[in-house]
Structure formats: structure tokens, C-alpha cells
């Protein structure tokens, strides 16, 4: 009776091991998931921060008014889009199109 429990003792916690590790492996993934998502949501954010900016500047030169201080905060952020990383720490995103359309609008 004693070694039969003493093989179920044995039998759960080598269990327990198991499920902790597969828990902690599951958690790892997680969390990689986690941070390109973030990452995703930060090129969409200042890819609309390129957008407005992109606005104002226009309506900026149409009226006369310089502001060379923009353009090089949205050039920084092109930069960043185009190659990741960059002074904002952006995703490189790997779809071509994406970077296709870079490359043109890089050309303009």
C-alpha cells in the first residue's frame, strides 16, 4: 500500500514538473507575441503621425512658413519605418508591399 502511494506521490509531481514547465514555455511565447504586437502598434501610430505632420507641413510651405525642426522629426520617423529601429525604436514590418510602398514614397 505504501509503495503504491509513494508511485502516485512520485507520478503527480513529476506532473506538476511537466505542466510548470510546459506553463513556463507557454508564457515565453506569450510574451514574443506580446512585444510584436506592440511593435506592430507602433508603426501604425506613427505612421499616422507621418500623415497629420505631413499635413501640417504642406499647409505650412503653402503659406510661407519653414519649419525644418518637422521635417526632420518625420524625416527621423521615415527612417525608422523604412529600416526599424532608428531614434523611435520602430518595427521593421516584413511585408513586401509595405516596403514597397516605402521605397516609392521615399523616391517623392
Known amino acids: 500500500m505504501k509503495l503504491k502511494r509513494s508511485k502516485n506521490k512520485m507520478i503527480e509531481r513529476f506532473l506538476q514538473g511537466f505542466l510548470i514547465i510546459i506553463l513556463v514555455i507557454l508564457t515565453i511565447f506569450m510574451m514574443n507575441d506580446v512585444n510584436k504586437i506592440q511593435g506592430n502598434a507602433r508603426v501604425i501610430n506613427y505612421a499616422g503621425i507621418i500623415r497629420g505632420a505631413t499635413q501640417r ?4 510651405e503653402i503659406s510661407g512658413n519653414k ?3 518637422l ?3 518625420l524625416d527621423n520617423i521615415f527612417d525608422g519605418l523604412m529600416d526599424g529601429g532608428g531614434k523611435y525604436q520602430l518595427t521593421k514590418l516584413n511585408d513586401q508591399k ?3 510602398k516605402l521605397v516609392e514614397l521615399n523616391k517623392s
Open 57 to 60: 507641413e504642406i499647409k505650412l
Open 67 to 69: 519649419n525644418d525642426s
Open 71 to 73: 521635417i526632420s522629426y
Open 98 to 100: 509595405y516596403q514597397k
